[in-house]
């Protein structure tokens, strides 16, 4: 088992940023990948970005290419979504997720946390 609490959620102007953590709990955090998703109002879940378990690679949804960016500290048992530039567009709860295998995919991962709300005025 895995368990995944998020922070760092909150409110804040078009063009500001934010930084979510997510830390991780439970078995070895450093043979995980993980993954950012969100979710707004009245939508599906999307894919916002992943890391591999070494941190070696990062993928990122097209919509949030070139304004965020993931990392992870394994000594810390942490994840970070960096978001810049953000756009009332990626106002969502964001979601942060682990699975042995890295992917791009909701229903691939096997762990998630509880979410934290991001709101992007205009």
């Known amino acids: 088992q895995v368990q995944l609490v998020e922070s760092g959620g909150g409110l804040v102007q078009a063009g500001g940023s934010l930084r979510l953590s997510c830390a991780a709990s439970?078995?070895?955090?450093?043979?995980?990948?993980m993954g950012w998703f969100r979710q707004a109002p009245g939508k599906e879940r999307e894919f916002v970005a992943a890391?591999?378990?070494?941190?070696?690679?990062?993928y990122y949804a097209d919509s949030v290419k070139g304004r965020f960016t993931i990392s992870r500290d394994n000594a810390k048992n942490t994840v970070y979504l960096q978001m810049n530039s953000l756009k009332p567009e990626d106002t969502a709860v964001y979601y942060c997720?682990?699975?042995?295998?890295?992917?791009?995919?909701?229903?691939?991962?096997?762990?998630w946390g509880q979410g934290t709300q991001v709101t992007v005025s205009s």
């Open positions: 997720a682990a699975d042995p295998n890295l992917g791009w995919a909701p229903g691939g991962y096997d762990y």
């Open positions: 439970g078995r070895t955090f450093s043979s995980y990948a």
């Open positions: 890391i591999s378990w070494s941190g070696g690679s990062t």
